[in-house]
C-alpha cells in the first residue's frame, strides 16, 4: 500500500505548523502511521543546515542559499520520507519545494523554474499528493510575529515586499496545479480551516 504525502505551504504566520498539529492528532486517532517532518531541518543533517540557512547573520547569496535548501531536501526526502511512503504510512510536513520556488524564485527573484528543477532533481521527482496553501496578506503575517518570535530568523526579516512576492508566488503555482493544492484564506476560524483540510484528506484516503 502505497502513503500518502501531505505538505503545508504559506508565508511565516499563516498556521501551517497549528494545522499541521490537528491534523497529525487526526490521523493518529483515526488508527494510520503519521511520519511528521518539515523543511529545513527534519533530519539531524537538516538541523544543522537549518541553523545556517534561518539564523546564520550576514549575507548568503541567493543562489547559495537556494543550493542549500535543495541539499536539506534531498537528504530529507532520501533518509526519512521516501521510506515513510514505501511503508505505507502518512507524511505530514511544513514546507517542501513550493517554499523554494515562492522564497528564492520569486522572493529572491531567482526564478521559479531554474529552483524548481534543482529541487526535482534533488528528490528525484517527488511531489506531494496534496499541498495545502495557507494564504494570508504579507502585512498580516508579519503583525502576527511580532509577537511571538525572540530568535532572528532570516527570511522573516525579509520586507514587506520580498513577503509579497512570496505570496505571489504560491498563488501562481497554485494556479498552475489546481489538482494538488488546496488554497484556504488563513484568515479563516482555526477549525473552519482544518475542516477543509479533513474532508480533502479524507477524500484521498477513500482513494
Known amino acids: 500500500m502505497a502513503g500518502l504525502f501531505i505538505t503545508l505551504e504559506g508565508g511565516d504566520g499563516s498556521g501551517k505548523s497549528t494545522q499541521s ?11 494510520r502511521t503519521v511520519v511528521v517532518s518539515r523543511e529545513p531541518g527534519g533530519t539531524d543533517l537538516g538541523l544543522e543546515l537549518r541553523e545556517i540557512v534561518l539564523h546564520r547573520r550576514g ?20 533518509t526519512k520520507v521516501r521510506p515513510a511512503l514505501e511503508r505505507g504510512d ?7 519545494l513550493d517554499s523554494s520556488v515562492a522564497y528564492q524564485g520569486a522572493g529572491r527573484v531567482l526564478g521559479g523554474d531554474e529552483v524548481r528543477e534543482v529541487s526535482l532533481w534533488a528528490t528525484e521527482g517527488l511531489l506531494p499528493d496534496l499541498t495545502v496553501l495557507l494564504d494570508l496578506h504579507e502585512d498580516a503575517g508579519k503583525g502576527r510575529l511580532a509577537d511571538s518570535r525572540t530568535r532572528y530568523d532570516r527570511l522573516e526579516a525579509e520586507a514587506t515586499e520580498f ?8 498563488l501562481e503555482l497554485a494556479a498552475v496545479e489546481p ?9 479563516d ?9 479533513r474532508a480533502r484528506v479524507e477524500a484521498l484516503l477513500s482513494n
Open 179 to 187: 489538482e494538488r493544492f488546496l488554497v484556504l484564506d488563513a484568515r
Open 163 to 170: 513577503h509579497g512576492r512570496v505570496r505571489a508566488g504560491y
Open 21 to 31: 498539529r490537528i491534523l497529525v492528532e487526526w490521523l493518529e486517532q483515526s488508527g
Open 189 to 197: 476560524t482555526v477549525e473552519a480551516i482544518s475542516d477543509a483540510i
Open 90 to 96: 502518512i507524511v505530514v510536513q511544513d514546507r517542501y
Open 59 to 78: 549575507e548568503i547569496a541567493p543562489r547559495a542559499e537556494a543550493l542549500i535548501y535543495a541539499a536539506d531536501r534531498a537528504h530529507n526526502i532520501a
